[in-house]
């Protein structure tokens, strides 16, 4: 079996660790944003180019085929592997260069398209592409797809933008364009291939109906088939190949850096949103505001998508529809400019146009950014309206069609028509109306035979309208599997045959990315689709898109909130199937990979674009998977708190103490030793400044206004050791210092050392735990703050978070960040005592939305503060820095580099700041310590 003769090849090869078998985690770790099953039988992570050189040759000896896998946000099936998905994973594929004052940009194919763009913001700068998975998605996948979005016009997309490029083909020939050696030695090496290209480029231009025909069919977006363009534009033959690899979806070549020209970023901006009678006067509108006016971006929204938008709270009422039906069209506009002068003609010559068409109703011109971003999110609620109303069973199906923008109004009524007449009243059409791209979403059953063969029919009939308008059948979201089968019908019998010699001619044995982009089969967009069960707790309606995984701290060494869904779903399907031995087996992969190492921290809500609560329903599964025994044990530690802490601390004291005289390698040892004896891996506690915890102190009292603090058990427990084992003042103390600094009086409720706000309990799945502490903190701290009448201040972030959600709302709740903006700001001095330092914002700073106030106030005491990028969560999440320390390594993945020249590092979280310090190699401590040094009272 070539699966197994490959796998036995690549365990001489690579350490096996990196290679991932069996159905549950190849299906699993292989699952994109597509209506595709996965039916990879291996995933292998790769981190090296000579790692992916020799994989390379050893899937054409063995005839298995490999996909280059980026973020896997692709809707059309272009990332799904038929054989074995390769991740790219270390630094090797992140790199980027800023040139000529931002003018190029160079990327690796692993930076995300958020990332690139950050880093070009500082010079006014940006890249074209803009796709609505940007955040996530990799300029390597951005690039395989030719990416688009929004605002870009086929201009300015990256096939037009590209500069320079940097690729493997498939006989493991690296080529750097922008490099001379490089390219005089592939000249000299592939003149064969290159001839190749010349001889079919020459085939093309000899029938002027061909070469007229590429040229029409590329002035429109157009991702079907490969970019047949190339051969039209360039009589380079490099040049023809770097541009054919754009847009080929990884069946030409690896594609491992791009140099991209890049745009003016026009700070001015200003937004309107107007509802027209008709869509043939939208699209007028559109038309002629393409003509030179400056805009940016023109959404419409059909009668239809109108209706969905209406029932959210929130939607402006007179753009609501009334009646049964009608030709309604909103349209979202946006136009930019350099300068205020220039705002304001591009405003008055494109209102002078919506006003020419008489518009039903409008809203705008609004230019306050804040304003602008209210009327992008009606459009943005469109697919999590449309998405969220299906039924748990059935799965959002995406199609994207590009027509002339002025065949606009007759595809869209077309597809309308189509859908309607199949049964799909409920989805609309809508889309980017500048560009002719229209959208429309299909809930559909994909186990079911009779919802395929509503798919398949909807797929032939819209195929013909498409094309019988001049248009494409994919615009923006590549060919993949999902168009397929029409390739050669949008193309003609001469032009896709100069498609299959291109795949000939870079790919002979046939392993890049096989059944992608080119596929024999005529139903390969109905075939092999993703079959569900239901699972509840709304998580079904997850669209597979992987917004999720690029703040998820598990995704680089367990599952993604995206992929527990899949495999949830795929196991509710074994289950009603009685599929018993597959499903024990999933169960088994899921239960480890899945939901033990999911950290919990919720950040993935806030990516999604369903805001589904992943976090909550693995911790749901975690409490029914909790035995008596456990339950008993959480109840005693509840019961118990004070002892419990005490245990905790001197424990610490003595092992911190123990791995003094023993010496880093001797106490990394133990750790070692721990593990097996207690199921934690302890880290040398000197090299992590961890030791046990203090005694609570008692407050200063003098008459003055009251603060009431509360310190976290992790804080009570857990204590602060400086160099050499020196130990650091208890955070309490400081606490009680900066307030009695401030002048306040500080009060501490009542049997401190039993409470807890029930975070611990709560990420464990323990929630009559949790619960049951939440009430005991609420009544202390009513108590202590005379009924809500003092603020209430806790040192840690996390617990803090949960106390906002669960306690009295009488309760003024703060943590230190917030806290020291709101009171101390005003009754303390600040100097700038430190140099550079860097700050973590927890999971739960960001959830409150508090990074920017955590950089201000570092920024009191430092002249230059540091918020490493890509770095969300630390993965520590309660213990299991502990008891999964990959978790918490994989998290923090590259925080040494970025924080080398920072002197310390301040956080709001004591076990988060273990993590930090571990992997950061510089002391992390709370930054109520950082407040403190670089304070005095205000005289």
């Known amino acids: 079996m070539k699966s197994q003769v490959f796998l036995n090849k690549v365990r001489d090869l690579l350490p096996w660790s990196q290679t991932h078998t069996g159905e549950a985690p190849a299906r699993i770790l292989s699952v994109d944003a597509g209506p595709f099953e996965p039916r990879a039988f291996a995933v292998i992570d790769v981190f090296s180019l000579d790692e992916l050189k020799k994989l390379l040759s050893l899937a054409a000896s063995c005839g298995v085929s490999l996909t280059f896998r980026g973020s896997g946000t692709s809707l059309s099936g272009q990332s799904v592997a038929e054989d074995v998905a390769l991740r790219f994973r270390g630094p090797a594929w992140r790199g980027l260069d800023i040139l000529d004052e931002g003018r190029l940009v160079r990327a690796r194919a692993g930076m995300r398209g958020g990332e690139i763009n950050a880093a070009l913001a500082p010079y006014g700068r940006f890249i074209a592409s803009d796709p609505s998975s940007i955040a996530s998605a990799t300029i390597g996948g951005m690039a395989a797809n030719n990416a688009a979005g929004l605002g870009c016009t086929v201009e300015n997309n990256i096939y037009h933008s590209l500069r320079g490029m940097a690729f493997m083909l498939a006989d493991g020939t690296f080529v750097d364009t922008e490099d001379a050696g490089s390219v005089r030695a592939f000249r000299a090496s592939h003149a064969a291939l290159l001839e190749g290209l010349r001889a079919l480029r020459g085939r093309i231009l000899s029938s002027p109906a061909l070469a007229e025909k590429v040229r029409r069919k590329y002035r429109i977006r157009n991702t079907c088939g490969y970019s047949l363009n190339a051969l039209c534009d360039f009589e380079d033959p490099l040049d023809m190949l770097e541009h054919l690899l754009i847009g080929s979806e990884g069946t030409l070549g690896f594609i491992f850096s791009v140099t991209l020209e890049t745009l003016p970023l026009l700070k001015e901006r200003a937004t309107a949103m107007a509802l027209f009678s008709s869509m043939d006067d939208a699209m007028d509108a559109v038309l002629a505001m393409r003509s030179g006016l400056g805009l940016y971006a023109g959404e419409f929204l059909d009668d239809i998508s109108l209706r969905c938008l209406s029932k959210l709270p929130g939607f402006p009422q007179e753009f609501c529809p009334e009646g049964e039906s009608s030709d309604n069209c909103a349209l979202l506009v946006e136009t930019r400019a350099g300068d205020g002068a220039g705002l304001f003609e591009r405003i008055r010559a494109i209102d002078d146009i919506i006003r020419a068409k008489k518009p039903l109703a409008k809203l705008g011109f609004v230019t306050e950014g804040a304003e602008c971003e209210k009327l992008w999110d009606i459009r943005r609620a469109l697919f999590p309206a449309l998405a969220g109303t299906r039924l748990p069973e059935e799965y959002a199906y995406v199609e994207d069609y590009c027509v002339p923008p002025e065949r606009l109004p007759e595809a869209s009524r077309g597809l309308v028509r189509i859908l309607q007449e199949l049964g799909c009243a409920r989805t609309g059409v809508n889309g980017h109306a500048m560009h002719g791209n229209l959208h ?500």
Not at 774 to 800: I, N, Y
Request: with cysteine.
């Open 440 to 939: 429309c979403t299909l809930p559909l059953r994909l186990n079911e035979a009779g919802d395929v063969a509503k798919l398949g029919e909807f797929v032939e009939r819209a195929a013909e309208l498409i094309l019988g308008l001049g248009g494409a059948l994919k615009a923006e979201h590549g060919t993949g599997r999902a168009v397929a089968s029409f390739v050669r019908r949008e193309w003609g019998d001469e032009l896709y045959g100069v498609m299959l010699e291109l795949k000939a001619l870079l790919d002979p044995a046939g392993i890049l990315n096989r059944g992608c982009l080119l596929n024999d089969s005529p139903r390969c967009h109905v075939e092999h689709l993703k079959s569900a069960g239901v699972v509840g707790g709304g998580v079904d309606l997850c669209v597979d898109c992987g917004f999720c995984e690029a703040v998820c701290p598990s995704a680089k060494t367990g599952l993604s909130p995206r992929q527990r869904i899949y495999a949830l779903r795929a196991m509710a399907g074994m289950e009603e199937k009685g599929e018993r031995e597959r499903l024990a087996s999933w169960r088994d992969f899921f239960r480890t990979m899945g939901l033990d190492l999911c950290a919990t921290d919720g950040l993935c809500s806030a990516r999604c674009p369903l805001g589904l609560d992943v976090a909550g329903f693995m911790r749901a599964l975690r409490h029914e998977e909790l035995s008596d025994r456990e339950k008993k044990a959480a109840a005693f530690v509840r019961r118990h708190m004070a002892p419990v802490t005490r245990a905790v601390s001197l424990g610490l004291s003595a092992a911190h103490a123990l791995h003094g005289a023993l010496g880093h390698e001797r106490a990394e040892k133990s750790g070692n030793l721990a593990k097996k004896l207690t199921g934690m891996t302890v880290p040398d506690l000197r090299e992590v400044r961890l030791t046990g915890g203090s005694a609570v102190p008692a407050p200063h009292v003098s008459g003055r206004e009251k603060v009431v603090y509360f310190p976290s058990c992790a804080v009570r427990s857990m204590g602060y050791s400086g160099d050499s084992g020196r130990r650091i003042d208890p955070l309490m103390d400081v606490a009680l210092r900066l307030l009695d600094k401030a002048g306040y009086d500080a009060v501490i409720p009542a049997h401190v050392e039993q409470l807890c706000c029930g975070k611990a309990f709560e990420t464990k799945g323990m929630k009559e735990e949790a619960e049951a502490s939440a009430k005991a903190l609420d009544a202390a701290l009513r108590e202590a703050s005379e009924g809500g009448r003092w603020p209430v201040m806790c040192d840690t972030s996390p617990c803090l978070a949960r106390m906002k959600k669960t306690l009295d709302g009488s309760l003024s709740l703060y943590e230190p960040v917030e806290f020291t903006l709101r009171f101390l700001v005003d009754r303390l001095e600040f100097r700038k005592r430190r140099g550079c330092v860097a700050v973590h914002a927890t999971c739960s700073t960001r959830a409150m939305g508090l990074v920017e106030e955590l950089c201000r106030v570092a920024r009191l005491c430092a002249e230059e503060v540091v918020l490493p990028e890509g770095i969300f969560c630390c993965g520590f999440s309660g213990d299991k820095g502990f008891t999964r320390p990959e978790l918490n390594a994989a998290a923090l993945e590259g925080l040494k580099d970025q924080i080398a020249s920072c002197e310390e590092g301040f956080s709001t979280s004591r076990t988060c700041e273990v993590g930090l310090t571990k992997h950061g190699k510089k002391p992390y401590r709370n930054i109520l310590y950082l407040i403190d040094e670089c304070s005095s009272a205000r005289k």
